[in-house]
């Protein structure tokens, strides 16, 4: 690490936001250490570039840390942290005190102040505020700018270092002290735990090293308690079970403590769990440990359920009347539905909630269009004012895709249900949307807590239809929706046998009824027209993968539009993260600028995909868009913009977390969505995530073309692996018994937190 020092000379750029800042400073060319530096610039000016926790000032003294680097803008000094000295001379408090830190103050008051105060004004001002009185020709506003303005930034200065002491960037302690305000440093040196809620970025590792820096002991209780939930949160939120027994926990959560002094026991462990219960952030029933607001939805979206099922409507629909609206719907549109799909368009418009479930090509999306029509039909156009209907699905990719087969408007859930980011929804409970009709496909993808935020915010007389394929991926959070609701018996369900979207020669929709079946096909190795899979060794998997898309490019296929390699994992060589590393340097070689952030650095013409919902931006998580600017100024990248089928969205700098690269993407994110072409490497190093439901959702996200790469016996063995159902207690709440399920048990084949996040 090398040092420079000098006094401001010139600032150049300066981000309030992010503390990032360029400035130019003045050697001395009389330090013999810094005469060194001065023949390596052959110049006494040197540029600086680092974070500060406030713009600094033209004459300030500065030392820096840090290293030369060379830049497109010439040789300069990227510092990793600093060294503040006022200098106590009539200049130096002069910049200072009438620069932008004191409005209002100015040279000619700052000039008197040193006149009368002399070298250590600064200091006797902020010992007594009174020590202005003695100052001639300023006022009392001054005073109190002065005074007020030097106590603030000594604070704001200070605890700064103390975050910087902790092992903290200079950017994560802007981040904290913009978040806490000038108390920041106190109240985290209290509880550092609070970060994990409080403040996006943090989870409990990286508040535990903070933890541990200021001296918290292993076996404190805020510490312990934090412990237990972050244990809790990846066995619910990462695994997507709704609780832990109680009887397990212990063993979790030793597991997690092994490599440290053993602290921990059983009665260390009760005692905890008494506390969070108090704290209200957990709930115990039966020996068994939820979460708080995954136990609520679970209860609430039960009993709404088991409400709407019951409830009586005034003018319910007779079904001789709906069959001869669905038969006059049949001639006037040219259609001919099967007695399979009648059944359940009719079951649909018949019931309070039904359920209708298959798999690919059984025809669910020609039934919804027949389920609006009809319903449509039945009511006279008065009784239908305003929003009658609302088509729903959980991804933005899902609703697109759905309003293009329907023609008919579609929505995300979350954007039906108002969301306006960090967890706030502005219907619920006690705002209920009025409506008639709700169909939600894609169903299987819902989480619990989502599925029971849609519930609540229905009035009791609307219909329900949920659509989706049980066969496929359960949702990534908590909890096993569909498949529960089901499996309860208590809604009327229909499932879907009949395969109609079978083009001539397509094998791909055969293939996937055959791996739901938990069968591989005698010809899975021979070419057919849209479907192939190529043994390899993995050492020849992405050349090949590259290989691929280039022939698909050559034929017209878009990268961005048609083509979607699906990996089921982010960690490896054959993993998402490295996958996206070798087809960016293919596709999109580095030209000009470029944003690093974390795994992945973004350059324009990037293929990118959404993480996160941002109902703010009308993104949603799963959207695929394609960077089409990156906005550089100053010297700094401030952010980038990435267009989407619906429009540009910009994301400044501190948001690229909200973005990943999407040459490949996982089979979770890609659920709910279809590609012309999918491609899908195997690989034995994907045991642990290779899986039935899994290998199913993947191929069939295929809409015309599937290659697979690599290990057959890889798949093979994912098609036969038995899986691991999720902990819920959703079908016996619905059916009023309450018990414990024991059946399934937490192995080491779970699938990791981190594995599809």
Known sequence: ?????????????YNDKNGYGVIRITLDPKNPEIKLVMDKLYSSFVTVTGVFER????????????????TEYGYQFK??????????T?????NYLSSDLFPGVGKIAATKIFNTLGEESLSLILENKKNLDKVRGINKLQKDTIY??????????????????LGLTMSVALKLINHYGPSAYEIIKNDPYILIDQVEGFGFIRADKIAFSLGIKKDALVRVKALLIYILNQYTYGKGNSYVKKSELFNLMHNEVENEDSFFDEELLNNVIKSLVIDNKIVIEEEDIYLKPIFYSEVDFANKIKQIVNYEHQNDFIEADIISELNKLMRKIKITYTSE????????????ISIITGGPGTGKSTIINGIIKTYTSLFNKEELVGEAIY???PTGRAAKRLQEITKHNAMTVHKFLGYEGNGNYRYGKDTIIACKMVIVDEFSMVDIELASRLLNALSLDVKIVFIGDKDQLPSVGPGNVLDDLISSNIIKTIKLTQIHRQQIDSSIIDFAHSINKGIVPDNVLDMQSDRSFVRMNDNSIIQNLVFTIKRAIDKQMDLIKDIQVLVPMYKGELGIININKVLQEEFNPKKDLEITKF?????????????????????????????????YQNNDYLGLTVLYDFGPVYYNEDELDDLSLAYAISIHKAQGSEFDLVVIPFTSKYYIMLKKKLIYTAVTRAKKYLIMLGSLEAMVQGIKKIEVKKRTKLVNRLTNVLQNNDSEIINDEDISPFDFL
Do not use: C, H
Request: hydrophobic share 40%; charged share 25%.
């Open 1 to 13: 690490m090398e040092k420079v020092w000098g006094s401001v000379n010139r600032v150049i750029y």
């Open 55 to 70: 713009k600094p000032i033209e004459n300030e003294n500065y030392t820096f840390l840090g290293e030369f680097v060379d």
């Open 79 to 88: 510092a990793s942290s600093f060294d503040r000295k006022t200098e106590n």
């Open 90 to 94: 009539l200049e130096g408090i002069i």
């Open 148 to 165: 007020e303005n030097l106590q603030k930034n000594l604070s704001f200065k200070e605890t700064t270092l103390a975050f910087l002491s």
């Open 341 to 352: 799909q009648k059944d359940a368009i009719v079951l649909s418009l018949l019931n309070n």
């Open 391 to 393: 088509l729903l699905a």
């Open 599 to 631: 795994n992945y650095s973004f350059r324009v013409n990037d293929k990118v995909i959404q993480l996160v919902n941002r109902t703010e931006k009308e993104v949603m998580n799963g959207d695929i868009g394609q960077i089409i600017s990156i906005d």
